[in-house]
Structure formats: structure tokens, C-alpha cells
């Protein structure tokens, strides 16, 4: 019989199934198969008594995929897991060796950078064993999320009303909230610049004051500053120029955060988006020759590049601008980055996006641009600028201006299009030289307040702080906007940029969660857990030990929020109810504030807020997997959770969730056990299945 390979992804196994032929059957577990139990003591599926053994059970959607799955694996020679390059692909491949009933020592994991023929070939030639410490790594993080998620989340509903908590999500949060209150506590300080026009020879520029009597200017009133400009009024003598040159050395190549920020600030991608996008070109793309991994896995904290690549691109390098175009730049990863896999590079640079560009959509096309611009970038010589620093001084009054020239554009020439940079272009002047100024006035400002947090400032401040881990900031900005938590809006009328706002309800959940568990949500303590994880993902740290660190912490803040936190009742709207008298009260549910009846349930009576809209759905730009001609939609549900569905709906049922994984409705779980009761039962075989392990002995 034919090996069988599990992957994870159905583009995936298409790509995979290419390279590997007749010999492989390669098919998909669409995502992980089963979860933590939601039965037994507090619904965690976790026996704390017991050294917090988990109970796991397969996902109800999964149920079919999972018996498919054990078929094809007693009719084969041998089974290969070839899931996800990171803790979470370990992980899926080890419940699938569970539920399969594989060998645990079996060697037959096998685990590629990148989906190309060479990439795939060689890893198949080096299958090993499952990591049970990355296994447990991810283990420990689940548990540690479902019992901060479930207790937490139940406190604050109970108490606030707020939908959930979580040990990552909520320090995120509590970062946008924390800034908000900066900017409200903020006190504007006024100051004054005096700002001066200069032209010779038909070229203008602008110089400010910089100095007064050799001391830096500071006029903090508008007297100073009059005082200021009027002694500046007159002639002014070119008292100093400075002639510098500099260089600017290419940005790394991208890693999962700044892949992130670069797109939200460059393409205006949302880091989900980005993550989707990254995901499909990672997995494989058909570019007239069958589907073709285009870049390599997308979840990285390691700014390193293969031996192979480097030479490449500095082959074509070379090539195409020329041998001073070719750096010798080393990339250096950050102290706690995990060096489990290379920076995102493109597999091929045969795959130059032009070239490719008919067979790539839109989003895809830019993104896979960006990565392997900047990747080759970062393989070239520096920029050089000549600058220029220019002095003007009058009656001990300094104005300065700089201006600077492009002399060697080096890796600008691959990755301009993303980097701003202008020349400030000065006329020819020299020292003793007298000039008068066009115009001279002063300006009035104040300070200004910290800015609110963009998407990619904020994966920024997650990344610095060592709060959660690449792969997972997508979710967590998703989770605190579900949550309705924080909102994503303009920062202004004319503002195109995008910044958050915490809204009342995540405003209140940070301060209930500060004031009874602010020594475990914090930054310092998160990244602390982090660090945890991956002491025990290198296998320097016991995961229950980790748990019960924590339990022990966790437990008495429980408590004491559980006696001491004030239950917050519903705000009043001054008005009866119309059916029963009682006072009516506002409300929140899945799609907003609404007024209801403060004697529910009892009483049912609701009504709707004056110009409350209904969210509307939010087009994706992806076909749906299905049907292949609707368009998947992003709907709210009336849970208030968020999910894709396609656009054909009900002629389509197609359903996922956030992460990509497929949903099937109740409606259709019960139709398909109706139809299943129907059919003859089937008579069950015995068949032993060989492994990958039992070859290589």
C-alpha cells in the first residue's frame, strides 16, 4: 500500500502530493483534531489534583475527518506527520499519533522550511521522532489558557459582564487602555519655535532657531518668543558648515513581527490578513507548473538566512546591479529569538514577482513582493549620503538647517518602493557669507501626547516586551476587538491611519482585572511565563512545576476577587418598562447595547437603541474552499464572535473560524447523524498497520 503523509492544510497536501508522487498519498487533518475537554470539574478538561492531567477529546466537526483518517492509516506500509515547523505543528502531529494509534517513539515526523521538491525530498530522507518537549511546551500554554480563559472569563461575566479574560489578550488590553488614560491625564506645555526662509541662487531652504547666546533656545511664552524675532531681524552671516557623509545599512529580513508591521504600515493589511496571505504562500501556490511553495514558514522569531540563499542573491546581486551593489551583511538574531527556522525569504529568487505576478492575486502579489524585496535587500551594500549642517547666526541667535544627498542608493534600489527617504537639496554657500531672510515668524505649539496604538506599533511593544509569541499576535488584536473590547478607527477626521480605542467595557474589564490580578496580568509576569514555555520547550524546565507555579499564585486572587469584586448592576434609562412597570435598563449583547427589562426574566420585554445598525458583513477577497463562487464574508455571529462564512449562504454552508478552521453548524451535524442512523451499519475489520519506525529498525 502507499505511505500515507498528514499535513495539516489541503493546499498544503496538493503542493506536497506533487513533489513526493504515486508512492505518497498525502491528505489533510484540516487544522487540529481535538481540544481540551469542556466536561468534568469547572469544564476545564484539566485534573488539577492529578498533576494537571489533560483529558482530551476530538472536535466535534473533526469526528469524520479523524475516522477517515484511521482508514487510510491501517491500510498503509507506513505513516509520515508532516505538520507545522513549530510547537503548535508538533503538537498536531503528536494528537494524531494519539488518536491514530502510533507508535510514540515512532520515527516518523518529518518537518520542512520551506515546500519546495528539494526541501521535501530531504526532510523525508530524515524523519524523526515526535519532540515531546515542544509537545510539552504547547501543552503547558493551553492549559495555562484554558484555565485563565474559563476562570477568569466566568468571574468577570458574573461580576462585570465582560465576555472573556486571557493571559496574553488582557495585557494587551491592558497596554491600549493604560495609554488612553496618558492621554486623558495629559497636560498640554505651550513653546515657540522662530522659523526663518533663505533663498540664494534660486534654491530655498528653511533654518529654525537653535541656540541663543551658545545655550539652546527655549522660549516657553509668547514674550520670549516676540522678544526672539524681533532681535532677529536683519541680516545673517553663514557662521559654520559641516560637510558629513553616512551610510544606512539594510533592514533585516523579515521575521513574523515586522512581516506584520511592515504590511499593516506599507499595504495597510491587518495582521490577520497578513498571516492568511503568508500562509497560502508558504503552503503553495500554482504558478503554471502545479502548486509551489513561494516563501518560507512565516512564523519565525530568527532573523537568519541559509548558507545557499546568501550565495544565491549575491549571485544575482551581482548579476543585475553590479559587484559594489553586493553587501556583506550578516544578519545577528535578537538574544531571545528561538533560531528554530530561518528568516521569510522567498524559496526561489527564479520566482521574481513580476514573473509571477498573472498567476498571484492582488494581496498576494504585494506581499510577495515586499518579502522578497526586502530579503534581497538585506544581501546588499549600504546607502551613502553626503550631508550637509549649515549655521546662521545674527546678534548670537543660531538658526540651523541640514539637507542631504543620495550617493549611492545600494539596497534602496531593491526596497526604495518601502522606505521613505527625500533629499534636502541646499544651494552652494560658504562661511563669512552674508544672507537676509525672505521670511522669519514665530510659531506657537504645544506638546503633544503619547499616540495611541496602530496595529503594527502595537505588535511592536508585544514584540519588545516578550508579550506572547510571533504566531500569535494576530489572534490576540482579533480577540480584544471580538470582545468588543477595543475598537480599530481613525485617528482623526482626516486621518487615514487606524489607532485603538478601548471602549467602556474594556476600560472597566482592566481595571477590575488590575485591581484584584495585577501581579499576574502584567507585562513583566507574561513574558516571564514565556520564557517558561521556552525553557520547556528546550527541555531545561518541568512543565508541572511551571503549573503549579502558577496555580498557586492564581488561586488566592481568585478567591479574594470572587468575595471582594462588587457586582455591577445595569444602568438605568430613567424609563418604565411598558408591560410590567419595572425601571428599564441598558443591556449589552452579541450586536450592541440594546434596553431591556430590568425584571427579566420574568419580564422579556427589549427594545432597540435609536441609530443602532446591525454590523454589516466585511468582504475577505477569498473564494470560498467549498463551492469555489461565493466570496467568503467576515460575520459577527449571535454570540458576538466573529467567523467567515460564504457569501452564497444558504445555498453554501460553509463556515470557519479565525484560524482558519472549518466549522460545521449544529443543523448540519444532526442532518449527518439522521442520515447516518439510516445506513447499514458497517462490519468492522482488523488490519495492522506497519510504521515508518518498524522500517528503520
Partial sequence: MKNLVIVESPS??????????????????????RDLAIKGKDGLGVDVEDNFRPTYVVSPDKNSTVNELKKLARKSDSVYLATDPDREGEAISWHL?????????????VTFNEITRDAVHQAFEHPRAIDMDLVHSQETRRILDRIIGFKLSKLLHNKIKSKSAGRVQSVALKLIVEREKEIKAFVPVEYWTIDARFCKDGTGFNASLAKINGEKAELHSEKEAMEAFQACQGEFEISAIKETSKSTAPFKPFITSTLQQEASNKLNFSARRTMTIAQRLYEGVDIGNGEEGLITYMRTDSTRLSDLYIKAAGELIETTYGKNYRGSYKVKNDANAQDAHEAIRPTSLDNDPEKI?????????????????????????????????????????????????????????????????KDTLLPMLKEGEKLVPEEIKPNQHFTEPPARYTEARLIKVLEEQGVGRPSTYAMIIETIQNRNYVKLENSTEKSKT???????????????????????????????????????????????????????????????????MEKIKPEETGDLCPECGKPLVYRTGPYGKFISCSGFP??????????REKEKPEPTGRSCPECGEGELLKRKSRYGTYFYGCSRFPKCHYMENLNGEKIVSKKDRTARKTSAAKKPAAKKTASRRKTAASDTK
Avoid at 530579503?375 to 539637507?403: N, V
Avoid at 509576569?525 to 503549573?547: H, K, V
Fill in 357 to 421: 505576478k498573472p498567476y498571484l492575486t492582488s494581496e498576494q502579489y504585494r506581499l510577495y513582493k515586499m518579502i522578497y524585496a526586502r530579503a534581497l535587500a538585506s544581501q546588499m551594500a549600504p546607502a551613502r549620503y553626503a550631508g550637509k549642517s549649515i549655521t546662521l547666526s545674527r546678534s548670537g541667535y543660531d538658526f540651523t538647517t541640514s539637507g542631504s544627498t543620495l550617493v549611492f542608493d545600494g539596497w534602496l534600489k531593491v526596497y526604495g518602493d518601502y522606505y521613505s527617504s
Fill in 602 to 611: 420574568s419580564c422579556h420585554y427589549k427594545a432597540q437603541l435609536e441609530g
Fill in 12 to 33: 498544503k497536501s496538493k503542493t506536497i502530493q506533487k513533489y513526493l508522487g504515486k508512492d505518497y498519498e498525502v491528505v489533510s487533518s484540516k487544522g487540529h483534531i
Fill in 97 to 109: 499519533s494519539q488518536e491514530l494509534g502510533l507508535d510514540e517513539n515512532a520515527v516518523d515526523r
Fill in 498 to 564: 487606524k489607532v485603538f480605542f478601548p471602549t467602556e467595557q474594556g476600560i472597566l474589564t482592566t481595571e477590575k482585572l488590575d485591581e484584584f490580578f495585577s501581579s499576574i496580568i502584567n507585562v513583566k509576569y507574561t513574558a516571564e511565563m514565556e520564557s517558561d514555555l521556552d525553557r520547556i520547550a528546550e527541555g531545561q524546565e518541568d512543565e508541572t512545576a511551571t503549573l503549579k507555579r502558577f496555580w498557586e499564585k492564581f488561586v488566592p486572587l481568585l478567591d479574594s476577587a470572587y468575595e471582594n
